[in-house]
C-alpha cells in the first residue's frame, strides 16, 4: 500500500469507528479553516443568529460569558427562552477551535466547534459538530441585522469548508 492509501483507509475507518461511537469525525481540513488567532474573551456578549444553515423559524440569540482562561459558558436563547447551557474550552493548540466536553459514561468526547472567522465586534461565523452526529454551521452577528460587507467577510470561513453550492454562494439561510 501506498502512503496515501495507508492514510486513506485510516480516515475510513476512524470515521466509521467514531460515528459508531456517537461521536462526529472532524476532518483536518476544518482545522486549516478555524482562525489562528483568537482571544476567547473577545466573545463574550450577545451574538444574534442571522445566517445559518438550516431555515430556522426562532429568534435566537447566544450568550456567552468568559469564565477565565480558556472558558467560555454558552446560554443559548430561543424566543427569549433559555433552551440550553453549555461550556467550550479552546484548545490547547488549536486557537479557533473549541471544544465542548461530553461525558459518555465511561469515557469523555470532545465535541467541537470550529471558529471560522470573527471580528469580534461584528460578527463570528461557527461550525460545530453536534452530538447527533451531525454538523452545524452558522453566522452570528452583536446586532439582529448583519451588513451586507460584514457578511461577505463572515462567510469566508464557509468557502475554505466548500460549504457553497457549484455558484460559489455559501448553503445558508438568511433568518
Keep these: 500500500m501506498t502512503q ?7 480516515s475510513v475507518v ?27 474573551s473577545d ?16 429568534k ?19 424566543d427569549g427562552n433559555l433552551v440550553k447551557t453549555y461550556n467550550l474550552t479552546q484548545h490547547e493548540s488549536l486557537p479557533g477551535k473549541l471544544e465542548n466536553l ?3 459514561g465511561s469515557w469523555t468526547a470532545a465535541i467541537p466547534t470550529f471558529v471560522l472567522s470573527v471580528e ?5 461565523t461557527l461550525y460545530h459538530a453536534n452530538e447527533n452526529n451531525s454538523d452545524d454551521y452558522a453566522i452570528y452577528s452583536r446586532t439582529a441585522v448583519l451588513s451586507e460587507d460584514n457578511y461577505n467577510k ?7 469548508l ?12 438568511k433568518l
Excluded at 162 to 173: A, E, T, W
Design 60 to 78: 435566537t440569540v447566544t450568550k456567552i460569558s468568559h469564565l477565565g482562561g480558556r472558558a467560555l459558558q454558552v446560554a443559548v436563547q430561543e
Design 102 to 104: 461530553v461525558n459518555r
Design 120 to 124: 469580534p465586534d461584528k460578527y463570528m
Design 154 to 160: 463572515a462567510i469566508q470561513g464557509l468557502v475554505c
Design 4 to 10: 496515501l492509501q495507508v492514510l486513506v483507509a485510516f
Design 14 to 40: 476512524c470515521a466509521i469507528f467514531f460515528s459508531a461511537q456517537g461521536v462526529p469525525y472532524i476532518f483536518y481540513q476544518h482545522e486549516q479553516c478555524a482562525v489562528n488567532k483568537l482571544n476567547v
Design 162 to 173: 466548500r460549504l457553497v453550492d457549484s455558484s460559489g454562494k455559501p448553503l445558508l439561510h
Design 43 to 58: 466573545l463574550s456578549g450577545d451574538w444574534h443568529l442571522v445566517y445559518h444553515k438550516d431555515k430556522l423559524h426562532k
